[in-house]
């Protein structure tokens, strides 16, 4: 087992040629935007916002009291049907960004993909006649 001073020692060596090159061209292909597994990151980075901006609530589902028509949650009972439209796009990115692999952030990106669509919806419902004239052209 490696002491404190052994990981110090590790730590504070001058690096070889070979160490000082690699690092160097792993530096300049991230600057360039040539590194593999950043690329990678940003593809499904880009993938899962495109998946959450672009999502649509399924068609014929409805929450729960609409269906029923009484409060479920008044009960303190768990509503078993559709939930609220959050809770259904919440699920449907949860889905998403564990099948791209980012289960270990997924409450951040929650967030932040909720944000994202309700900003692209809120958007596109006060100036979608400006982007259809824009599109158009």
């Known amino acids: ?19 000082r090159d690699a690092l160097s061209n792993h ?3 991230v600057l360039r935007g040539n590194d593999p597994v950043l690329n990678l ?10 998946f959450a901006c672009k999502w649509n609530k399924p068609v014929g589902s409805a929450p729960l009291e ?4 009484r ?10 049907g559709m939930g609220s439209t959050k809770d259904v ?9 564990r099948k791209l692999g980012f289960g270990f952030v997924a409450d951040d990106l929650l967030e932040s993909s909720h944000m994202a669509h309700m900003v692209i919806g809120l958007a596109c419902a006060n100036y979608w006649d ?8």
């Open 1 to 19: 087992m490696l002491s404190y001073t052994s990981y110090t020692a590790v730590i504070e060596r001058d690096l070889t040629d070979g160490e």
């Open 27 to 29: 530096t300049n292909a």
């Open 41 to 50: 990151l940003d593809n499904r980075i880009q993938n899962y916002f495109r």
């Open 66 to 69: 609409m269906k029923t028509g």
């Open 71 to 80: 409060s479920v949650l008044a009960t303190g009972d768990p509503p078993h």
């Open 89 to 97: 796009f919440v699920q449907s990115c949860l889905k998403e960004a």
């Open 130 to 137: 400006v982007f259809q004239t824009v599109l158009s052209a």
